[in-house]
């Protein structure tokens, strides 16, 4: 399970270290992929593996096409160097916001990556209050 939040800064080619605590569960290769508000994902082999097999059996709707492209098309398989670091495709930086000052997060079976501004900028549009409450009814207890 990913959970925490680090920071690390790109290097001017695009790589970043990816902090030791995620690496573990990452394995020397994992995959990462456009996320949801503005982030990536990163998923180990194999949660990438049932992330597409759940893409996969969508009913074949314009929306779960739209998902399918969405994660499939920007995928990319990291690969882990000795120094602990991935070089992260331009498209996806791009399409992310990563400029320098990046933002790992984990969230159960996979990890988030953002940029500091987008990660800063999260918590201020959400009210987890009322978020938590709606989940209550729903059967989540805190």
């Not at 030791?20 to 593996?49: A, H």
């Not at 779960?64 to 990291?78: P, T």
């Not at 690969?79 to 791009?94: A, N």
């Amino acid at each position: 399970m990913f959970m925490g939040t680090y920071e690390h800064s790109l290097d001017p080619k695009g790589r970043v270290i990816v902090p030791s605590k995620l690496r573990d569960g990452l394995g020397d290769s994992f995959v990462i992929t456009l996320g949801l508000d503005n982030c990536l994902y990163g998923y180990p082999m194999p949660q990438w593996e049932r992330f597409v097999n759940d893409l996969q059996e969508l009913p074949g709707s314009k929306e779960a096409r739209i998902l399918q492209r969405h994660f499939m098309s920007g995928a990319a398989l990291c690969e882990v160097d000795k120094q602990g670091r991935i070089l992260i495709p331009m498209s996806l930086r791009t399409k992310a916001g990563l400029e320098k000052d990046v933002v790992f997060t984990g969230d159960m079976n996979k990890i988030n990556i953002w940029s500091k501004d987008n990660w800063k900028n999260i918590d201020d549009s959400v009210n987890v209050d009322e978020i938590a409450e709606h989940m209550s009814e729903l059967g989540l207890s805190f």
